[in-house]
Structures are given as structure tokens and as C-alpha cells.
């Protein structure tokens, strides 16, 4: 087991002649330090971001690639330096607390939460994708969540050029499938993690590893009142197959904006006339009745079922 690294800054620690250390975060693996701070020329209250544990992207180019993105739910990064021998961003102060905590405190985000969430994230994700990069890291704990419901993406710790993504393994719920062997991941793979996020976000669970999907663990049902369209994004993000997802952010924000197939009503046929008495003609028999062929339309094709969100596909 690793050393648990604690934060090297104390509260009044100084640097670069300006920013003020207030408190550090709890440190997270996977993460960079984060501190609350202030800027003293300014009087303004700060996010400060420290380098603490090896990233596959460093902290200075993680500052790079978010002011390339340059909008939400990336921050707006304020400054980067060094400073003995450690990496900085400076951010706006972020609102709210990390999704992990909201959810552990106050319980599943609501419909309408979840499917703010969803364009948040969405959106982030295109953006990044087109930079071409992967996310490969998005947990609960690695999103921000204000009270007034949006969502912030502070760090990109394991972004990686979509060219070089092949790597070594990786286990863990908000894992895909793929992501588990030496196949090289894609988008897919993001939107997978998105799809677990979402399925944590909306149920307060967290998803079985898709390792154990892949041997037949099955996810909860979706809670009563979700969306019908968040429930087909859910549904579509979580298939175990990449083929069988979205294959971009933008397919994925078109699922859900997509209106659900309306079931038309069958057009009812008419009863057929009643037989004429026949008519007592020896040479002329009655004609025989011809009934009308069933004029009822097929029903439209929609998602109909349960589909992976609530059993293994």
C-alpha cells in the first residue's frame, strides 16, 4: 500500500507574494492537492491546485488544455507556476463540493439534476474530444457540483492524446469494459464513465465492475420518476459492447434530446355489413361476404424495455 500523501502547504503559507493559503482539501487519489486560498493583492478567494502525485498529463498542461477548452464546465484558469519544485494552477473559487461528497450527504441528485448533469458533462466531453484527447478519469469525486446545479470539471489528471491511449489495464466502476484489457479505448469509453456517473448520481449506488457485468451482475432499476430520455441515455451509455453506444458526445446529446417513440393507436377496423337474406334463386346463389382486410398500422420502433441499465446486455 502507498504512503498517504498529506497536504504540504499550511493555512497562512504564502506564494509567489500572493496567494494565501486558507485550508487544504482532504487529498484524493488520482488528484492533484487542492487548497482554499486567497489572493491578496485582489482580496478574492481562490482555488489553489498543487501537483502532489504523478498524472499522466502534468498539472501545467492540464492548465494548457483547459484554456484551450475554454468554457464550461472547464474553470477558467487565473495563473501556473512552479514553486519548489511544485506545480500550481490557480482557479476562480469553486462553488459547491465534489459530487462524491453532495451525494454521501445529501443523496441522489433529482431528475432534473441528473439530466443537468448529463448536458454539463456531455458538453465537457465533446469539447475535449475534439481536442483530441480522452478523459480516461471521470468519477463522482473528480466533478464539482454547485447547490445551484451545475457541474465543474477542475483537473484532467489522466487526459490523454486519443493517438496514445493504449495503456496498461484498468479496473474500476466507472471503468469500461474495454478499458479492462489491452484494447485501445476510444470515446466510447468516456461515455461509458459518464453512464456509470449518471447511474450513481440518479440511484446513490455505485455500479458493479464491468468485469463483473460482463459475468452477469446486474445494475439497479431506474428510480421511479426518471426521465424517459435520461433513462434511454443511461440505458444506451452503460452497453457493455462500445459498439453498442453513442460513439461521440454528440450522438449521446442527440439521445437525449431524442423525443421517445409514441405508440400509434391501431385504427379500428369497422364492423362488416350484415349478409343480404339471399334471395331464393335456384340458378343465382347469394354472393359470397368479403370482409375488409385489418387496416391497423404498426407500431413506430422505440425503446420499449429495461434494456442494460436493468440487466446485463
Known amino acids: 500500500m502507498s504512503e498517504r500523501l498529506a497536504p504540504s502547504l499550511v493555512p497562512g503559507t504564502v506564494l509567489q507574494g500572493k496567494y494565501q493559503i486558507v485550508a487544504a482539501w482532504p487529498l484524493t487519489a488520482g488528484q492533484p492537492q487542492g487548497y482554499h ?81 448529463a448536458e454539463d458533462l456531455l458538453a465537457g466531453l465533446g469539447r475535449l474530444h475534439s481536442q483530441g484527447f480522452l478523459i480516461r478519469q471521470l468519477r463522482p469525486q473528480d466533478i464539482w457540483w454547485s447547490e445551484e446545479g451545475k457541474a465543474t470539471l477542475p483537473w484532467l489528471p489522466a487526459a490523454v492524446p486519443v493517438a496514445l491511449a493504449q495503456s496498461a489495464p484498468q479496473v474500476g466502476p466507472y471503468h469500461a469494459p474495454e478499458e479492462t484489457t489491452s484494447a485501445v479505448p476510444g470515446p466510447p469509453a468516456d461515455l461509458y464513465a459518464l453512464g456509470a456517473v449518471l447511474y450513481t448520481s440518479l440511484t446513490g449506488a455505485v455500479p458493479p465492475l464491468a468485469t463483473e457485468r460482463l459475468l452477469g451482475a446486474t445494475l439497479q432499476p431506474p428510480p421511479p420518476g426518471t426521465p424517459a430520455a435520461l433513462e434511454r441515455l443511461v440505458d444506451r451509455l452503460l452497453r457493455l459492447r462500445p459498439e453498442e453506444r453513442p460513439q461521440t458526445a454528440a450522438q449521446a446529446e442527440a439521445e437525449l434530446l431524442k423525443e421517445p417513440a409514441q405508440t400509434v393507436p391501431p385504427v379500428a377496423t369497422p364492423a362488416p355489413s350484415p349478409a343480404p337474406e339471399p334471395v331464393h334463386l335456384p340458378t343465382r346463389p347469394a354472393p359470397a361476404q368479403i370482409i375488409p382486410p385489418n387496416q391497423s398500422q404498426p407500431r413506430r420502433a422505440g425503446w420499449s424495455g429495461p434494456g442494460c441499465w436493468a440487466q446485463r446486455c
Not at 512552479?82 to 463540493?97: D, F, I, M, N, S
Open 37 to 117: 486560498a486567497l489572493h491578496l493583492g485582489l482580496g478574492r478567494a481562490v482555488t489553489l491546485l498543487e501537483e502532489v502525485q504523478p498524472a499522466a498529463l502534468p498539472l501545467a498542461e492540464q492548465g494548457r488544455l483547459m484554456t484551450r477548452l475554454g468554457a464550461e464546465p472547464y474553470p477558467e484558469v487565473l495563473d501556473s507556476f512552479g514553486e519548489a519544485g511544485r506545480a500550481y494552477l490557480v482557479l476562480p473559487a469553486l462553488p459547491g463540493a465534489p459530487l462524491a461528497g453532495s451525494l454521501q450527504g445529501r443523496g441522489p441528485l433529482t431528475p432534473a439534476e441528473g439530466l443537468q448533469l
